[in-house]
């Protein structure tokens, strides 16, 4: 045997052996803001707000950034539909209801009354357009044709309200109706408008294609709409949410706006006049844009590194984020935060797409904040006879052209 070749038979025993095992990385630190684990303001009402609850929270994480009274039952009036929204989404990105769909209107709901665009029991109108109705000019009409349509009746799908309402840990709340025109017993709080909204703009974000149109029309412009919520007009970076006001709830809002990466949910309940529940929702937003900022420290699907694979087609994998995750921040404290990358040991080949192959902890100092998991980019096969003599033959070909 001559030399050379001897020589390259020896290189691909050593590239076919040599294997390594990647089982824990550091990313260097870096310097951002202190986590908001307590706020000393939460409890009191130091904004001096002008109605009878109020709530802050973060969209991104859910942390509660200021509580007047989160927590005392009231009438939702029509920050109710946040609820039937909600479920009208789901069953959209569930393949059970498409935007197309037409919905037509019962008597029951034609006759509704309240804020309405004066459905006819002989109409169809597509979920879309029914969604706009809603989102813009709280129909009630369109909203029990909605509930109906999805359950067949209001009662069902009332009883679906209450049951997705538990899921969330919405412990305030028990619905009556869909609709939230005033009714004994039906009641919530600040504090769980703020989770069912959080759940509506996290999880179905394109919602707000319909929150914040200020002005639109139906029926090949026969019906003009204006949205009642003021905030989509006048205050920057407003997405939403819901408004919604009785003679005996008074004034109620659900007031979502994003600036500068940084979400916020705003619940003001009960405020005397139209004017004091945006007043008061506008001073909530300024407070928590002028005091926090949300920092992301991973985002879904980033990718992250290439990891070994044993006994695989391929030698390596690249791997991915499989959730955002980031933190409410003061804008003058500082912190450390590192990342930590731990590789599960031993991972051999095969290897499915999108499978955990490992996790990313965030750290300050001793505290564990959080973790995001790691998932594969492809599927690896396991080498077998067939693809390693092909493999085998490659490289060889290779260290023969280089000599």
């Known amino acids: ?46 904004l001096e707000l002008n109605c009878e609850s109020a709530v802050l929270i973060s969209q991104d994480t859910g942390e509660l950034l200021y509580d007047h009274n989160g927590h005392e039952q009231l009438r939702p009036a029509s920050v109710t539909k946040v609820m039937t929204i909600l479920l009208i989404m789901e069953e959209i990105d569930s393949g059970r209801l498409s935007y197309e769909d037409k919905v037509t209107c019962s008597e029951e709901a034609s006759n509704m009354g309240g804020s309405q665009i004066w459905l006819d029991p002989t109409e169809e109108l597509t979920v879309d357009e029914m969604l706009k109705a809603i989102c813009v000019v709280s129909a009630n009409d369109c909203t029990v044709a909605m509930a109906e349509h999805i359950c067949g009746s209001e009662d069902v799908f009332v009883e679906k309200m209450n049951a997705r309402a538990k899921e969330l840990g919405m412990n305030d709340t028990v619905f009556k109706n869909c609709h939230g025109i005033d009714e004994d017993g039906h009641v919530t709080s600040s504090y769980d408008i703020a989770i069912m909204s959080r759940e509506l703009l996290r999880n179905h974000p394109d919602i707000t294609k319909y929150t914040t149109i200020w002005m639109d029309s139906l029926r090949d412009g026969k019906s003009e709409l204006v949205n009642t919520n003021k905030l989509i007009k006048n205050y920057q970076g407003a997405t939403g949410l819901k408004t919604g006001s009785t003679s005996l709830a008074l004034f109620n809002l659900s007031a979502s706006a994003t600036r500068d990466g940084l979400s916020l949910i705003a619940v003001v309940m009960r405020a005397p006049t139209t004017k004091d529940r945006f007043s008061s929702a506008k001073k909530l937003l300024d407070y928590g844009f002028s005091t926090y900022q949300y920092k992301e420290f991973s985002k879904k699907d980033d990718f992250v590194t290439d990891i070994v694979i044993n006994k695989g087609k391929e030698n390596t994998v690249g791997v991915r984020f499989s959730d955002s995750f980031g933190m409410m921040c003061q804008k003058n404290d500082q912190v450390e935060v590192e990342q930590e990358i731990v590789i599960d040991k031993n991972i051999s080949a095969p290897i499915n797409k999108n499978q955990v192959v490992g996790k990313v902890v965030f750290k300050s100092g001793d505290n564990i904040l959080g973790e995001t998991n790691l998932l594969s980019n492809e599927r690896i096969e396991k080498i077998n006879v067939i693809n390693q003599t092909d493999k085998i033959l490659k490289k060889w070909f290779y260290v023969l052209r280089k000599m």
């Open 1 to 46: 045997m001559s030399k050379k070749i001897y020589f390259s038979f020896l290189c691909i025993y050593v590239l076919l052996s040599t294997t390594c095992m990647a089982t824990y990385l550091t990313i260097p630190t870096w310097s951002e803001s202190a986590v908001v684990e307590t706020n000393s303001n939460v409890g009191e009402n130091f």
